[in-house]
C-alpha cells in the first residue's frame, strides 16, 4: 500500500506534507494577489503639490514619530475619527502606515487642524502644545519644494499602475512647463491662510517653499 510505504519513509513523508501544505497556502494568498487593490468610491489621487509634501514628510522622516493607520478601537475613533481603511491607500506609493507613535496618528489630521496651525505648529512646536517635544522644522520655510520630481511621480504612477491621473501628465518638458502654473495656482490658496511674509513673497515669485507643500498633504489627509 502506498500509505505504508510513505509512512515508513520519513522523507518522502516530509516531502509530500510540504507539497499540501504549501499548495494549500497558494490556495489562499494567491487571490489577494490576483485582486486589484479597491478605492473608497470618491477616493482621488493627490495632487502633485501634495506630493511634493509627502515627499518632504518622507525625506524629514515624520514617519519616525507619526502613524497614519486609525485602529478599530473606540479609544483612537473618539480621538481621531473613522478608522482607516485599506481602500484609502490604494494610490499611495509607497503607503506611509508607520509603526511608531510618538506624536498623534495623522491619518485624518486635515480634518482638525487648519493650515494656520500648521503653519505655526512647524515653525515651534513648543510654542502651541505646550510640553511638546516635536522638533521645530524652521527650513521647511526656506527650502524649495520639488515639485517638478513631484510631476514626474504622478506620470511614473499614472503610466505604470494606471492610477487615474488627467490628459495633462505626460513625460514631456513642454506637459510640466504648461502644467507648473495649476500647482502655484494651489499653493496660492494654501498661502492665502499663511503670515510668514517670505513664504508668501516666494510663492508670489512662483517658486514653493517645503511648508506649503507640505500642509497641502497634511490637509488631504482626511
Ligand atoms: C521626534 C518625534 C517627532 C517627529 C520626528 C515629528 N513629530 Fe509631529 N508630533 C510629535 C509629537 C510628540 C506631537 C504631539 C505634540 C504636538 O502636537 O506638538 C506631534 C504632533 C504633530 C501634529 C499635530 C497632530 C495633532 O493631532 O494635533 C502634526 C500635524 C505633526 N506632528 C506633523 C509632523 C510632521 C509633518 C513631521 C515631519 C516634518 C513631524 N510631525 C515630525 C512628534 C514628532
Redesign the pocket.
Known amino acids: 500500500m502506498f500509505f505504508h510505504w510513505l509512512e515508513k519513509n520519513p522523507f518522502y513523508f516530509a516531502s509530500g506534507i510540504s507539497i499540501v501544505i504549501s499548495f494549500a497556502g497558494l490556495l489562499e494568498i494567491v487571490p489577494n494577489f490576483a485582486e486589484a487593490a479597491r478605492p473608497l468610491i470618491d477616493l482621488k489621487p493627490r495632487t502633485v503639490l501634495q506630493i511634493a509634501g509627502k515627499n518632504?514628510?518622507m525625506k524629514?522622516?515624520?514617519i519616525?514619530?507619526?502613524s497614519q493607520m486609525i485602529r478599530p478601537f473606540k479609544s483612537e475613533t473618539d480621538r481621531?475619527g473613522d478608522y482607516s481603511l485599506s481602500g484609502e491607500y490604494v494610490y499611495d506609493r509607497p503607503f506611509l502606515w508607520g509603526s511608531k507613535r510618538?506624536?498623534?496618528?495623522?491619518h485624518r489630521?486635515g480634518n482638525?487642524?487648519t493650515t494656520e496651525w500648521?503653519e505655526n505648529?512647524?515653525w515651534n512646536?513648543?510654542a502651541?502644545?505646550p510640553?511638546?517635544?516635536?522638533?521645530a522644522?524652521k527650513h521647511?520655510f526656506t527650502n524649495l519644494a520639488d515639485i517638478e520630481t513631484a510631476y514626474a511621480e504622478v506620470v511614473t504612477v499614472k503610466t505604470a499602475f494606471s492610477t487615474p491621473y488627467g490628459p495633462e501628465f505626460k513625460g514631456t518638458r513642454a506637459a510640466w512647463n504648461a502644467y507648473r502654473p495649476t500647482v502655484i495656482e494651489e499653493a496660492k490658496l494654501i498661502v492665502a491662510d499663511m503670515k510668514n511674509k517670505d513664504v508668501k513673497e516666494a510663492v508670489a515669485r512662483g517658486e514653493v517653499p517645503e511648508v506649503v507643500a507640505?500642509i497641502a498633504y497634511?490637509n488631504s489627509l482626511k
Open positions: 518632504v514628510y524629514d522622516n515624520c519616525s514619530c507619526h481621531y510618538t506624536g498623534p496618528d495623522l489630521v482638525y487642524r500648521h505648529h512647524m512646536p513648543p502651541i502644545v510640553g511638546s517635544i516635536m522638533p522644522y521647511h507640505l497634511l
